[in-house]
C-alpha cells in the first residue's frame, strides 16, 4: 500500500481543522478522484502527501511505508523524489526551455550523466507526445502544451505516486481529456495518481476510485457516483440528462 491514513486528522498551517478522521488508502496502479466544494481540504489533504504538511494525530498515516507521525525532515527530500507532482498554473520555469525545465529537476534529484539526462527527457516528451517542443519556451505554447509538459516533469524520475491538484482546471474539455488519458496510461506502469478535481464530466468518461471532502470529512463515494453516472448514460431525453447532471453536481460537492 502507498498510503495509508486511519483516522486521521487534518490541519491547514494555521492550526485550522479540514477534515478529521479521515481513512484513505492508494494501492499500486490506482487512480483516484478526489471531488468536493472549495475549501473543502482536497489541496490540503493533498499537501500532507507530499509532505508539505504534518499529520502529527492519526492511528496510522504511511506515506510511502513512512509513518508521517514520525518522519525526520532529512528524509523528505528522498521521498519527494518518488512523487510526481501537478499543479493547475503548471509552475514551469519560464525563463528556459522544455528541455532545461526537465534537466533542471533530472541535475536536482541527482542525475549527472548527460547522455542518460538526454535519454531520459525524450522518453518523457514522447510519453507525452511533445518530442518536437523541447526547444520551446513555456510562453510559446498553448495551456494544454504546458500541462503536457508538466506531466512529463512528473514522470521524469518514474514515481510511485502522481499527485495532480486541478491539473485540468484551466483546459478545455477536449483538452482536459487527453490529459486524462496520458494520466490514465501512467497508472498501466503501476504508478498511483490521486488527483483533486471540479471536472464532473470526466469522472465518468475515465472511471476511478472516487473520494469526496464535505463536511470536514472525506467520504469514499466511487459507488454511489457510478449509479448515478449510469444512470445518465442510459437517459435519452436531454431534460433527463440536465437533472441528473445536477444530481451528479450535488453528490460531488
Not at 490541519?11 to 466544494?37: A, P, S, T
Not at 464532473?200 to 470536514?216: E, F, H, K, M
Request: contains cysteine.
Amino acid at each position: 500500500m502507498l498510503i495509508d491514513y486511519q483516522k486521521a486528522n487534518i490541519y491547514q498551517k494555521d492550526g485550522i481543522l479540514v477534515l478529521k478522521d479521515v481513512d484513505f488508502h492508494v494501492d499500486e496502479g490506482e487512480f483516484i478522484y478526489i471531488i468536493g466544494r472549495v475549501g473543502a481540504g482536497k489541496s490540503t489533504l493533498l499537501k500532507t502527501l507530499y509532505f508539505e504538511l504534518d499529520v502529527d494525530e492519526a492511528e496510522n498515516a504511511f506515506v510511502l511505508n513512512h509513518d508521517l507521525r514520525k518522519l525526520k525532515r532529512k528524509y523528505i527530500p528522498a521521498l519527494r523524489r518518488q512523487i510526481g507532482i501537478i499543479f493547475q498554473d503548471f509552475q514551469l520555469l519560464g525563463d528556459r526551455t522544455v528541455y532545461d525545465n526537465l534537466k533542471f529537476v533530472l541535475k536536482a534529484t541527482g542525475w549527472k550523466d548527460k547522455s542518460e539526462i538526454d535519454e531520459r527527457i525524450a522518453d518523457v516528451l514522447e510519453d507525452v507526445e511533445m518530442q518536437d517542443y523541447a526547444d520551446r519556451f513555456p510562453y510559446e505554447l498553448s495551456g494544454g502544451e504546458q500541462q503536457r509538459i508538466a506531466i512529463a516533469r512528473a514522470i521524469l524520475n518514474k514515481p510511485k505516486i502522481i499527485i495532480a491538484d486541478e491539473p485540468t482546471g484551466n483546459l478545455d474539455p477536449e483538452t482536459a481529456a487527453n490529459i486524462l488519458q496520458i494520466l490514465r496510461q501512467v497508472t498501466q506502469t503501476g504508478t498511483a495518481v490521486v488527483m483533486t478535481t471540479h471536472n464532473i464530466p470526466l469522472l465518468t468518461q475515465y472511471p476511478g476510485i472516487v473520494y469526496r471532502c464535505a463536511d470536514q470529512r472525506l467520504e469514499e463515494i466511487t459507488n454511489d457516483y457510478n449509479k448515478i453516472a449510469l444512470y445518465q448514460e442510459e437517459s435519452n431525453s436531454d431534460e433527463v440528462r440536465t437533472v441528473e447532471y445536477t444530481a451528479r453536481e450535488d453528490l460531488s460537492m
